[in-house]
């Protein structure tokens, strides 16, 4: 790659990692791979949460928690990037859909990850592709990347 390219590639993911720290000066990752979980699941609900991201369902609820706007043990209001409701017909099951904030955030980081590319690198998106394509797999995200 060169010097250029990894100037680029630096300069858009210091931008991401700005606008996330707009949201959240201490932005989790492991919350972030949560937001775009439920981003690529509309309505997906904790346990399914819970099974793509190959934790504990607590750990997922608490990842949902930070994303929505309920304060989660204590702490100020969560980032209201979700909203949580109740199964039509068991409302002990809670779906998690993005809300426009949600929604906003996902357009901005895909839109700040589009124009920082520094051109076509065939190598170096054979890489991302399989990386892509191994997590949404991980995730029972059919694809055919």
């Keep these: 790659m ?23 000066p201490e932005f989790p990752l492991q919350t972030l791979r949560a937001l775009l979980l439920i981003a690529a699941n509309p309505g997906i609900t904790f346990r399914e949460l819970a099974d793509k991201m190959d934790m504990v369902s607590s750990a997922a609820t608490r990842n949902a928690l930070i ?8 702490k100020k209001a969560g980032l209201k990037l979700v909203s949580v409701t109740d199964d039509a017909i068991d409302r002990r099951v809670k779906h998690i859909e993005l809300t426009s904030k949600g929604h906003l955030l996902i357009e901005q980081l ?36």
């Excluded at 895909?110 to 191994?134: C, F, H, M, T, W």
């Design 2 to 24: 060169k010097m250029s390219n990894m100037t680029n590639t630096t300069q858009t993911l210091l931008k991401v990692t700005g606008i996330l720290a707009a949201y959240n």
């Design 67 to 74: 994303l929505g706007s309920i304060p989660y043990k204590g």
């Design 110 to 145: 895909g839109g700040e990850l589009r124009s920082g590319s520094p051109g076509p690198n065939p190598a170096l998106q054979a890489i991302v592709d399989a990386a892509v394509k191994d997590a949404l797999a991980k995730a029972g995200v059919s694809t055919h990347i």
